[in-house]
Nanobody, 120 residues
Framework: QVQPVESGGGLVQAGGSLRLSCAASGSIFTIGAMGWYRQAPGKQRELVAT???????NYADSVKGRFTISRDNAKSTVYLQMNSLKPEDTAVYYC??????????????WGQGTQVTVSS
C-alpha cells in the first residue's frame, strides 16, 4: 500500500499563505481521521490540525484562526490552508491518514513530509 503523498510546501514571506494537500487512497482500506503534524529543527513532531471522516476538526492553539483543515472524502485528500504565516511556522509538515481495514484494524500512515519555510 502506498503512503500518503503531500504537496504544496515552499518558501513564503511572513504574512503570506500556502495550501498543503495530501492524497491517501487505497484499495483494501478506507480512510478515517486525517491530520497534519509538523516538526521544526531540534523539536519534537507536534499536532497542527486533525479532521475526522465526519468533518469534526481540532487545531493546535498556535494555529487557531490562521490555519484551516478540510478534506474531500471522494478523493481521500486532506488540505491545510495556512494564512498569516509566521517564521515560527517553519517546519517539515507531515500528513497522517488513518487506514481502516475491513476487520476493524486501524493504522496511521505517514507521508514523507513537505518543507514549509517562512521568512521574516
Amino acid at each position: 500500500q502506498v503512503q500518503p503523498v503531500e504537496s504544496g510546501g515552499g518558501l513564503v514571506q511572513a504574512g503570506g499563505s500556502l495550501r498543503l494537500s495530501c492524497a491517501a487512497s487505497g484499495s483494501i482500506f478506507t480512510i478515517g481521521a486525517m491530520g497534519w503534524y509538523r516538526q521544526a529543527p531540534g523539536k519534537q513532531r507536534e499536532l497542527v490540525a486533525t479532521i475526522t471522516s465526519g468533518g469534526r476538526t481540532n487545531y493546535a492553539d498556535s494555529v487557531k484562526g490562521r490555519f484551516t483543515i478540510s478534506r474531500d472524502n471522494a478523493k481521500s485528500t486532506v488540505y491545510l490552508q495556512m494564512n498569516s504565516l509566521k517564521p515560527e511556522d517553519t517546519a517539515v509538515y507531515y500528513c497522517n491518514a488513518e487506514r481502516v481495514y475491513v476487520d476493524g484494524t486501524r493504522f496511521g500512515a505517514w507521508g514523507q513530509g513537505t518543507q514549509v519555510t517562512v521568512s521574516s
